[in-house]
């Protein structure tokens, strides 16, 4: 089983509409959680970041971690076609292996005008 | 923000030789980096740790003879993939502990085989 599960998608949705990524992990030492971009033959960019469990809001981006169910998703609200790319999860252990990201397989989202 | 630049962004080289991959941190000093590696359609797959001054660190069955990581400075890392084959072909992507403890990647390398 691997550490982080992510649907690859694709997931198509229309213009403005509300995209929904989610990712489920099974090693609890995770603490550190972040949702990135990826467009084809690009590096990642990054998008949010969070500690631990909560929201974090960013313009249309919200993203949720719920520690409890090993669960994190990404809100994308008002969609554009410039979102289309490739959402990629990435979660860390913590200060000792800080930036040794364990990453999710990538959902590929598309939408459409 | 917090800048990764990463040279060559594709490469094609021959089986057998060898190719050097420079990631370098534009805007902060880096003590750490890492080097990731993507084949196409699949995720980012951890390959080393790289330490400024020390010896890097491998994930396992990742053979530290074939990718040499060298970190020389506080804002360059190279990989070296040596004796190159076809079955090395892939997206090599290096990342850098930035402000405020995010990460940040390069635009990754492109690396062919032939």
């Known amino acids: 089983q691997k550490e982080v599960e992510q649907d690859p998608g694709p997931l198509s949705v229309p213009e403005g509409a509300i995209v929904s990524l989610n990712c489920t992990y099974s090693?609890?030492?995770?603490?550190?959680f972040m949702w990135y971009r990826q467009y084809s033959r690009k590096g990642p960019e990054l998008l949010m970041y969070?500690?631990?469990?909560g929201n974090k809001e960013d313009g249309r981006f919200t993203a949720q971690v719920d520690k409890s169910s090993k669960y994190i998703s990404l809100f994308i609200r008002d969609s554009q076609p410039s979102d289309s790319a490739t959402y990629l999860c990435?979660?860390?252990?913590?200060?000792?292996?800080?930036?040794?990201?364990?990453f999710g397989a990538g959902t590929q989202v598309v939408v459409t005008p | 923000g917090a800048v990764v630049s990463q040279h060559p962004s594709w490469v094609i080289c021959k089986s057998g030789t060898s190719v050097k991959i420079e990631c370098r941190s534009l805007?902060?000093?880096?003590?750490?980096m890492f080097w990731y590696r993507q084949f196409p359609k699949q995720s980012l797959m951890l390959m080393a740790t790289?330490?400024?001054?020390?010896?890097?660190?491998?994930e396992q069955g990742v053979e530290k003879d074939k990718f040499l990581i060298n970190h020389a400075s506080l804002t360059l890392s190279t990989l070296t993939v040596t004796s190159a084959h076809p079955e090395d072909s892939s997206f090599y992507i290096c990342?850098?502990?930035?402000?405020?403890?995010?990460?940040?990647f390069g635009e990754g390398s492109w690396l062919t085989v032939v």
């Open positions: 990342s850098a502990s930035g402000p405020a403890n995010t990460i940040y």
């Open positions: 090693n609890s030492a995770f603490q550190y």
């Open positions: 969070t500690y631990s469990s």
């Open positions: 990435a979660m860390s252990a913590g200060t000792d292996s800080w930036g040794k990201l364990q």
């Open positions: 805007d902060f000093q880096a003590t750490t």
């Open positions: 790289s330490n400024e001054g020390s010896k890097a660190t491998y």
